[in-house]
């Protein structure tokens, strides 16, 4: 894909996105989650032809010499399959901030998170962007157990009035209430995985990628 096209496809699902934001969203986890299904298939798919190919060779021994390569390939094939899926995802960069350090910024952050009841940050990073965002780290991988990451911009929290801070805050945690943050790193999860397997199976040209 060209540059050219890349912006067209991103152009195009953008404006998608923008007519009906739901169904958007749910067709992108569900891709996400074909992806993993297909993983999935495919690591049953070879386990058991290297189970039949073995089991072959135990009721014909003749055949062991023949198909030995046949036996380890599927195998091989399958543990570069999950060794892909577990993809660590770099928690953000910034400067951490603790309660005894910033009393009244923790007091602020609580009681706007229990007015909006939505899950607590367990770690509150200071930057030098003129930005604020949430973000969900998972601690296991495809697991989960995600590590959610309060990230404040030094510059923006000078330039803001303490409302507006407030308001940003409060936008913030909207996200971690909806669950965006957990669905964007799902998928941006399933895109790294996608990516490693690419690489992995590029040089044995396995078509089987490719092609989905």
Not at 164 to 192: P, T
Request: aromatic share 10%; with cysteine.
């Amino acid at each position: 894909m060209t540059p050219a096209q890349f912006e067209q496809l991103v152009e195009r699902l953008d404006r998608r996105a923008r007519r009906q934001p739901g169904l958007y969203r749910l067709q992108v986890l569900g891709l996400a989650l074909l992806g993993y299904l297909y993983i999935l298939t495919l690591v049953i798919g070879a386990i058991a032809v290297s189970i039949a190919t073995l089991a072959l060779c135990i009721f014909k021994p003749v055949l062991l010499v023949k198909l030995i390569k046949i036996i380890w390939l599927p195998i091989w094939f399958a543990w570069s399959v999950l060794r892909a899926l577990w993809v660590r995802l770099e928690p953000p960069q910034g400067r951490p901030l603790t309660a005894a350090e910033a009393p009244l910024l923790f007091e602020e952050i609580e009681r706007i998170r229990a007015a909006m009841q939505g899950p607590a940050p367990h770690v509150v990073l200071l930057t030098d962007d003129y930005n604020a965002a949430v973000t969900q780290v998972p601690r296991l991988g495809l697991l989960g157990w995600p590590r959610n990451y309060l990230i404040l911009g030094l510059p923006m929290m000078s330039a803001l009035s303490p409302d507006q801070f407030r308001a940003v805050i409060a936008h913030e945690f909207g996200h971690l209430c909806a669950g965006d943050s957990k669905i964007g790193g799902r998928v941006y999860h399933a895109r790294i995985t996608w990516s490693r397997l690419q690489e992995q199976m590029h040089e044995r040209g396995s078509w089987l990628i490719r092609r989905f």
